[in-house]
């Protein structure tokens, strides 16, 4: 048997010329990236519910994309509103900032969903905002 020398970093290992060459472990397939999901539809205009919690008034607002609206002391302004395609399932979005002109009022910037309004929402004790769809 014939023995060779090697010197990996500053150390001497005993290897035979007749020892199998084992080959680095092979890292699994990446699977192959899938295609973006569909993009959400833009509209125009966004259907907003408005509940007063004190005087139990309740009012569904139509909100141009870019205008903005006032109820109580709430000024409401649509920066976005878009659904889902046809093919994923049914859900509105808009991205609205809400402001109070009391000077302890509550605000609100950000995207609200129609099917899950609790993710993001408005806390105010007095006003609560809803996504109803878009139009």
């Known amino acids: 048997m014939r023995l ?5 970093l500053g150390m001497t290992a005993v290897a035979r010329a007749e020892d199998p060459v084992v080959a680095p ?3 699994p397939a990446v699977p192959a990236p899938q295609a973006a999901p569909t993009p ?6 966004a259907q907003l519910q408005v509940l007063d919690k004190v005087n139990s008034r309740a009012s ?3 909100v141009k994309v870019g205008e903005s609206v006032t109820f109580g002391s709430l000024t409401i302004a649509v920066k976005a509103c878009a659904i ?3 093919d994923m399932p049914a859900d509105a979005t808009a991205f609205l900032t809400i402001t109070d002109s009391n000077p302890k009022g509550v605000g609100f910037t950000g995207w609200m ?3 899950t309004p609790a993710v993001s929402m408005l806390a105010h004790p007095i006003y609560d905002v809803r996504v109803v769809g878009c139009l």
């Open 4 to 8: 060779v020398l090697l010197a990996l």
């Open 25 to 27: 472990p092979v890292a």
């Open 40 to 45: 959400w539809l833009q509209k125009d205009s």
């Open 60 to 62: 569904v607002l139509t």
């Open 84 to 86: 889902r395609p046809p």
């Open 113 to 115: 969903l129609k099917a």
